[in-house]
């Protein structure tokens, strides 16, 4: 499906928020995707039409995958990342060449009060270097007409080939690609063996991803925009402060720098901008590493599903809902949950009967299943977040996990009380 795709049917199913008139790309625009939690689509951001929140919500993933909202882990633990991937010559994105480079003509948007500039938030950077390539999702602030900063965490795969080739003092060339197919976009966001992104999206659409060759040889999917550059092997700036997923500031820090050398894009491009901390930035963040913590719960107990919550961050908090077997096995799922995202804070596992996706009866469990000196498990001096604002400086933390599940011998104290219909 393209993005265009993709947004007309969020309008056919009344899903789509539209607004026509003028918008401001300075805090307005943001303030509004905040309030609205729906997909909204701008029509006048500085005269171009910018879309967020596309992918904030659960349910308009699971239409996406073309599954329920409750088997979306299972779907996702189960693909593997051996798609088709073509290379093809044409490309509707080369529907307008620009070489003399402006980024301030984009509607690049300005989210929180203190940001460090205008940030490019849904930008897929494409990066190949001898052979490699990958592909995933980085914070770009605009530091000039043809300049960007990239935010690169040691040691994704990104940051790892733009090593390999500033050790050579090589530029690494990189294509930033805005508004493709939302599979892709949230393809690029998981953390698949280096080089398969797009051989995941294929997979997950049962069907081939199309890319095409940028003039510096990167190779990139159908979308609305697409910059090419390179980043620069030696020189970095300052980039920051940026709102990460908690909400809060994180640190400012000497970051790479990409130059553009020359942008394409459908005509009357639709910009896609992603709110920090918002919805789809939760989601985006999280949901990747469910499929994760599910199939290495697998590997000690049954497991029937996961969430990071959103109160959590999507990304520090999560449930686990299990199929106990024996005594030991809340507190296994415990230890196999943090284990595949170490930057998981704290950890509730539940039995079958509670429904992951509601607070309350998350909580419920935690009220009646739990004995404080047994069932809680404190680890401390762990690796954790970097953006825990409670965390150390050198990112370890304390962890907690809360085995919320039933005593097995004494499962008639924990039945919960049901009404039964009553056919007169």
Sequence with gaps: ???????????????????SQPVSPRFEASRIAKTTKAPVLFHDISGSKVIMNLLGS????????????????KRL?????????????????????????????????????KDGAPYITAGIVVSEYEGTINASIHRLMLVGKDKLAARLVPPRHTYLLYKKAAEKREPLPVAIVLGCDPIIIYATSTRVPVGKEFEYAAALR????????????????????????????????DEGPFVDITGTYDVVRKEPVIHITRIIHRKDPIYHGILPAGPEHLLMMGVPYEP?????????????????????CCYLHAVVQIEKQTEGDGK??????????????????????????????????????????????????VR?????????????TTKV????????????????AVIPEVNE
């Design 332 to 381: 296994n799922a415990i230890m196999a949950a943090f284990a595949a995202h170490t930057s998981l804070k704290h950890v509730v596992v539940v039995d079958e009967d509670i429904n992951i996706f509601d607070p309350n009866d998350v909580e419920f469990a935690i009220a009646t299943r739990v004995k404080g000196d047994m069932d809680i498990l404190i680890i401390p001096n």
């Design 292 to 312: 994760r913590i599910y199939r290495a719960v697998g590997e000690v107990t049954t497991v029937r599903n996961v969430v990071l919550t959103e109160g959590g």
């Design 77 to 113: 633990s189960e693909v593997s990342p051996e798609g088709e991937v073509r290379l093809v010559s044409e490309s509707p994105t080369l529907e307008v060449i620009e070489d003399e480079v402006d980024l301030t003509k984009l509607p690049i948007l300005t989210h929180f009060e």
């Design 1 to 19: 499906m393209s993005f265009r795709a993709f947004i007309d049917q969020l309008k056919e199913n009344g899903k789509l928020v539209e607004i």
């Design 58 to 73: 659960r349910e308009e993933l699971a239409s996406m995958l073309g599954v329920p909202k409750e088997e979306i882990i």
């Design 206 to 237: 049962g069907a081939p991803v199309e890319l095409f060759e940028c003039s510096n040889g990167v190779k990139v999917p159908h979308s609305e925009i697409v910059l090419e550059g390179y980043i620069d092997p030696v020189e970095k700036v």
């Design 384 to 396: 954790g977040s970097s953006l825990d604002p409670r965390g150390a400086p050198d990112g370890t």
């Design 401 to 416: 996990g809360i085995d919320a599940t039933k005593v097995l011998t004494e499962k008639e104290n924990f039945e919960r």
